[in-house]
């Protein structure tokens, strides 16, 4: 059973960065597609953004395309979430998910069913 730890979650204010964490146990992590979601109290949990093993291509929801970067250390079993220029809705809590059924993978890395481990979140909190 994998496991993922998020960290790097706070308090920032508007326009300012944080660098999400998202350590992986498992041990063919380099074959994971990682995804990024996110929940606000009373919505849904959202697609964030995600990176994929086969082709290492990068995706990102519009409402942070060009703010978010998302990037993975396979030698760490890590994968990041930079986040810049941060606004007050981007407030959630940050969840990291694995895909980990290579080579028969989920191609819609939006889909919340593709992943089959998740972490337990961690807070973004982005002050006005």
């Known amino acids: 059973q994998v496991q993922l730890v998020e960290s790097g979650g706070g308090l920032v204010q508007a326009g300012g960065s944080l660098r999400l964490s998202c350590v992986a146990s498992?041990?063919?992590?380099?074959?994971?597609?990682m995804g990024w979601f996110r929940q606000t109290p009373g919505k849904e949990r959202e697609f964030a953004a995600a990176i994929r093993w086969s082709t290492g291509s990068t995706h990102y929801e519009d409402s942070v395309k060009g703010r978010f970067t998302i990037s993975r250390d396979n030698a760490k079993n890590t994968v990041y979430l930079q986040m810049d220029r941060l606004e007050p809705e981007d407030t959630a809590v940050y969840y990291c998910?694995?895909?980990?059924?290579?080579?028969?993978?989920?191609?819609?890395?939006?889909?919340?069913?593709?992943?089959?481990?998740w972490g337990q979140g961690t807070q973004v909190t982005v002050s006005s």
């Open positions: 498992g041990r063919t992590f380099s074959t994971y597609d």
């Open positions: 998910a694995a895909d980990r059924s290579f080579p028969h993978s989920v191609l819609d890395v939006r889909r919340q069913y593709k992943y089959d481990a």
